[in-house]
């Protein structure tokens, strides 16, 4: 069966800091692999997704990125966070026809 | 562009109430259209989906009815529970992503 992983589940990281979130799935391949953010009373926000090894679109100008160096692999990563990088950050994948899309647990990230 | 527009919350009741949430949409074409629930603290699962008009999604006594000529997508539950307490979004499939709505939160009391 198909699983995704996603860690950590909580972190704290200051001002200025790097962030590197990664997403795993397994039981499947060349799945679309999503990025999405909820801030703190708000809904979700679509940030990168990625149809295939190397290739990301991004949906919100931030300063975030994305990287997809393996087929199962999604990563989110930042050089300098802001207190506005704080949310809860979701990974999704799906098969390139299916209807449904499948969530990770998610990371809580708190900028302080 | 595509978007989502749900109800704005917290909706609070009481056990055994039914329940409506609104969902309305825009898109290009006939997209499919899905409810994810979020209870506290963890990630989004999906709760019913509808692919195409006429439609009806339906899972743990939720019903959701794929409505064209109002573009709509109401979640309902004709008794709710505690455990039901929780955030739904709405969402509808575009090219490639899915474009959810804000939320909803629910809060049943017993």
């Known amino acids: 069966s198909q699983t995704i992983h996603q860690w950590p589940a909580t972190l704290v990281q200051p001002v200025g800091s790097p962030l590197s979130l990664e997403c795993t799935v397994e039981?499947?391949?060349?799945?679309?692999l999503y990025w999405y953010r909820q801030a703190a009373g708000r809904g979700l926000q679509l940030l990168f997704y990625?149809?295939?090894?190397?290739?990301i679109s991004s949906e919100v100008p931030q300063n975030l990125s994305a990287s997809r160096p393996q087929d199962r692999q999604f990563i989110l990563s930042s050089k300098k966070l802001l207190l506005s990088d704080s949310g809860f950050y979701l990974c999704?994948?799906?098969?390139?026809?299916?209807?449904?899309?499948?969530f990770g647990s998610g990371t809580r990230l708190t900028v302080v | 562009g595509d978007s989502v527009t749900q109800m704005e919350g917290p909706v609070t009741l009481s056990e055994e109430a039914f329940l409506t949430i609104n969902c309305t949409y825009t898109?290009?074409?006939?997209?499919?259209l899905f409810w994810y629930v979020q209870y506290p603290g963890e990630g989004l699962q999906l709760l019913l989906k509808?692919?195409?008009?006429?439609d009806k999604g339906s899972n743990k006594g939720f019903e959701a009815t794929y409505r064209k000529e109002t573009t709509s997508f109401h979640l309902e539950k004709g008794s709710v529970q505690v455990s039901d307490s929780a955030v739904y979004f709405c969402?509808?499939?575009?090219?490639?992503?899915?474009?959810f709505g804000a939320g909803t939160r629910l809060a049943v009391h017993p």
């Open positions: 999704a994948w799906k098969k390139d026809r299916d209807y449904g899309y499948t």
């Open positions: 039981g499947t391949s060349n799945p679309n």
């Open positions: 990625s149809v295939g090894i190397g290739q």
């Open positions: 898109a290009t074409g006939y997209p499919s």
């Open positions: 509808a692919t195409k008009a006429d």
């Open positions: 969402a509808s499939r575009g090219y490639n992503k899915l474009i």
